[in-house]
Nanobody, 126 residues
């Protein structure tokens, strides 16, 4: 059974950092693009960042550019999201997702992402 499990969320003050991890089990995603999405209370889920299967291409939502860094370790079947200079507006449940396209292009749209984790809460508050 394919499973994505996020970890690393928590409550932090504005300006702090967090590193989210997403461990995959059941199959390898080393040939699939992966991404992070988030959903704040009363808002729709939105794209945060994505990375190609090789790790050579990355994409970010404008509000997190320069503050968040997506990376992956295919040997460990793990995806990461380093979040620096966190702001209250970053508060949300963060989800990792894996695309179903073999070595496909990276997408900001959630459509090709068919495997999802259960989410991890990130709260930024003073």
């Amino acid at each position: 059974q394919v499973q994505l499990v996020e970890s690393g969320g928590g409550l932090v003050q504005p300006g702090a950092s967090l590193r989210l991890s997403c461990a995959a089990s059941g199959r390898t995603f080393s040939n699939n693009a992966m991404g992070w999405f988030r959903q704040a209370p009363k808002k729709e889920r939105e794209f945060v960042a994505a990375i190609s299967w090789s790790g050579r291409s990355t994409y970010y939502e404008d509000s997190v550019k320069g503050r968040f860094t997506i990376s992956r370790d295919n040997a460990k079947n793990t995806l990461y999201l380093q979040m620096d200079t966190l702001k209250p507006e970053d508060t949300a449940v963060y989800y990792c997702a894996a695309s179903n396209r073999y070595r496909g292009t990276v997408s900001r749209d959630s459509t090709p992402y068919t495997s999802w984790g259960q989410g991890t809460q990130v709260t930024v508050s003073s």
